[in-house]
């Protein structure tokens, strides 16, 4: 299994306050990806990471930030939380871009009040 | 606008059936598609993968076929399991973005 985790794995939080996930990988790779899994929805793109410092925005990054500054850590920020962020939230990591295999995190689950 | 798209929510089959889960897609600059299986409170794995160029895909129990002309591919797998009872998400992308479908759920019956 690729080595990423994910902190916390389980966060209630309430409308306006800001959160922080935590996405940690042990494989070097270059690529970090923050997803969110929505039912109908399946798995869509918040923002990416190609390398430390380098972001770029997905499907659906109204309302997070996302910060690199280490290889292996990709931080995804929700500034104030709504109650539609409510959701599970995936990490993801590959060596390229597109067509290289993503490896997903166990998810973090966030309720927002 | 969905570019990849699983109409079946779920499907339930018996042990040592076979499974057929299609999905469509739209986006013409997708060249690669990719099946990930997701089990319950764990992230998805991924699980096969075809290139446009080829119409199928083997392994071991799983097969992807792939139609350019009706923009659809299809995941068998033959026999069925119980172990295979999860959710299974379907993916395109065309180097950049990889787009996924919302999933169909599905049930293995021993």
């Known amino acids: 299994d690729a080595g990423i985790t994910q902190s916390p794995r389980h966060k209630v939080t309430e409308t306006g306050t800001p959160v922080t996930l935590r996405c940690h990988q042990t494989?070097?790779?270059?690529?970090m990806y923050w997803y969110r899994q929505d039912p109908g929805h399946g798995l869509r793109l918040i923002h990416y990471?190609?390398?430390?410092?380098?972001?770029d925005k997905g499907e659906v990054s109204d309302g997070y930030s996302v910060s690199r500054s280490k290889t292996e850590d990709f931080l995804l920020t929700l500034e104030s939380a709504t109650s539609s962020q409510t959701s599970v939230y995936f990490c993801?990591?590959?060596?390229?871009?597109?067509?290289?295999?993503?490896?997903f995190g166990p998810g973090t689950r966030l309720t927002v009040l | 606008d969905q570019q990849v798209k699983q109409n079946s929510p779920s499907l339930s089959v018996q042990e040592g059936r076979i499974s057929i889960l299609n999905c469509d897609y739209t986006?013409?600059?997708?060249?690669?598609f990719l099946w990930y299986k997701k089990y319950p409170a764990e992230g998805p794995t991924f699980l096969i993968s075809i290139s446009s160029i080829k119409d199928k895909n083997e392994d071991g129990r799983f097969t992807v076929f792939l139609n350019k002309s009706a923009k659809h591919l299809s995941l068998h797998i033959v026999p069925s399991q119980p172990g295979d009872s999860a959710v299974y998400f379907c993916?395109?992308?065309?180097?950049?973005?990889?787009?996924f479908g919302a999933g169909t759920r599905l049930f293995v019956k021993a």
């Open positions: 990471s190609y390398g430390v410092k380098d972001t």
């Open positions: 986006n013409s600059m997708f060249d690669y």
């Open positions: 993916a395109g992308t065309g180097g950049f973005k990889t787009i």
């Open positions: 993801a990591i590959s060596e390229g871009r597109g067509r290289d295999t993503q490896y």
């Open positions: 494989e070097n790779h270059r690529y």
